[in-house]
């Protein structure tokens, strides 16, 4: 042991143990309150420094068994059942964190900040009135730290989808804390779902200002840059992402649609096997290779890949739909079936409970291929009630089409 670790005098250990603590030396101020405790095992403070330093080295059940013991040494401390609290919080043993946070404030119930942990606990724990109220009273009862309670907030909000509520706790943190990363972060999750894509990606890139190397915001604006259109933008976030995180499916997927959309159907169809190679037991990289080997008019091929995507989500109407729509209107004779079309998309539909247009008119075009002209019509004729606003040419021709006891083929020029 060095020589200057060497003594038998409790409070220097312990001084020593909290400038090691303070010093982030974490795992030396365990050692220093270790020796001291057992020079002077009856001093609550070292059980406590001693477990803080334990939950900095992520070693929870060692900080709470130590703050079981300073406690039962100062049991009016609530100092201590708010750190224990913390500690179970931390273990995801809500029912025990929120007992600490009772406790906290039967002893003073001016102690704040523990209601806003309380508020976390009983978000996780799924009480979401009892939440909302913790964190309303501790963002007017500490408002030193009133970000933080409303970045609490925001998420809980967001998870309820109250999107609008969430807009309006991060503009209020914002204020508070112009440089609150979280904020910005949560309010374009937000924008993205109130379809403000523009705002969202201005604070995405906000985010990015004051952290660079936010993987999760590089990947957020990247999707949103999709959606904006800005395909060329979006695929430089993934190719940045990818510097640093080379193994990261998603920014090879968000890059594959952006090649897709720019006509780079080579390029994307090898980010969508990244995908698949990253995350094999995903569906997604099967299905968006599938619409690949489509534009290619490689109906062989995107089969395989959807009866691949089928296996892996057996539930996932839109993958019964393509199926159905290759196997009723491919222009290869050796890739049509009619039952089998029919067969996926009645299973589409009923999986959307028959209020999904497209997949209506995809269980059209199966009849049709199977010779059932007024099932066709009946189906084409839905599809076109149910979907009025995003009904095209194409669809009423279809209809005269099974009227006039045909079915359709689909022409593919890429």
Not at 75 to 89: K, N
Not at 92 to 112: H, R
Not at 198 to 212: C, K, N, W
Not at 303 to 312: H, N, S, V
Request: glycine share 6%.
């Amino acid at each position: 042991m060095p020589a200057d670790r060497v003594t038998d005098d409790a409070q220097a250990l312990f001084e020593r143990g909290h400038e090691q603590f303070l010093a982030g030396d974490f795992r030396e101020a365990v050692e220093s309150f270790a020796r001291a405790i057992a020079l002077r095992p009856n001093v609550a403070a070292a059980f406590r420094y001693r477990a803080l330093a334990y939950l900095q080295l992520d070693q929870r059940p060692d900080a709470i068994r130590d703050l079981d013991r300073a406690i039962a040494l100062k049991p009016e401390d609530p100092a201590l059942y708010a750190d224990r609290g913390e500690a179970h919080f931390r273990q995801k043993a809500y029912p025990a964190a929120i007992e600490d946070c009772d406790k906290v404030l039967s002893l003073d119930p001016g102690w704040a900040p523990v209601r806003g942990l309380r508020g976390e606990c009983y978000a996780a724990s799924g009480n979401t009135d009892a939440a909302l109220a913790d964190f309303a009273a501790a963002i007017e009862s500490d408002p030193d730290h009133a970000a933080a309670y409303l970045g609490s907030r925001a998420r809980l909000r967001l998870e309820l989808e109250d999107y609008t509520g969430v807009v309006a706790d991060c503009s209020t943190a914002l204020r508070v804390d112009p440089n609150a990363t979280f904020a910005y972060q949560t309010r374009g999750l937000a924008l993205r779902e109130l379809g403000d894509h523009s705002t969202a990606e201005a604070d995405f890139s906000e985010v990015l200002r004051l952290d660079p190397t936010s993987g999760f915001a590089r990947l957020a604006r990247a999707a949103t840059r999709i959606d904006l259109g800005q395909f060329a933008e979006a695929i430089l976030d993934c190719d940045a992402l990818l510097q640093w995180e080379s193994q990261n499916s998603r920014a090879f997927l968000l890059r594959g649609l952006g090649r897709q959309h720019l006509g780079d159907l080579s390029s994307a169809a090898t980010d969508f096997g990244d995908v698949i190679r990253l995350t094999p037991n995903s569906s997604l990289g099967y299905q968006h290779r599938a619409a690949i080997h489509r534009f290619s008019n490689d109906d062989s091929h995107a089969i395989q890949d959807l009866l691949e995507a089928l296996q892996r989500a057996p539930r996932d109407a839109a993958t019964f739909n393509q199926l159905a729509w290759i196997w009723a209107t491919s222009r290869t004779d050796d890739y049509r079936d009619g039952p089998r079309a029919l067969e996926c998309a009645t299973r589409a539909c009923e999986l959307t409970e028959w209020q999904e247009p497209g997949y209506l008119d995809t269980l059209a075009a199966a009849a049709a291929e199977c010779g059932e002209f007024d099932d066709a019509a009946r189906w084409q004729e839905k599809a076109l009630e149910i979907g009025s606003e995003s009904s095209n040419a194409e669809s009423h021709q279809r209809l005269e089409l099974y009227r006039a006891k045909k079915p359709f083929r689909e022409h593919r020029d890429h």
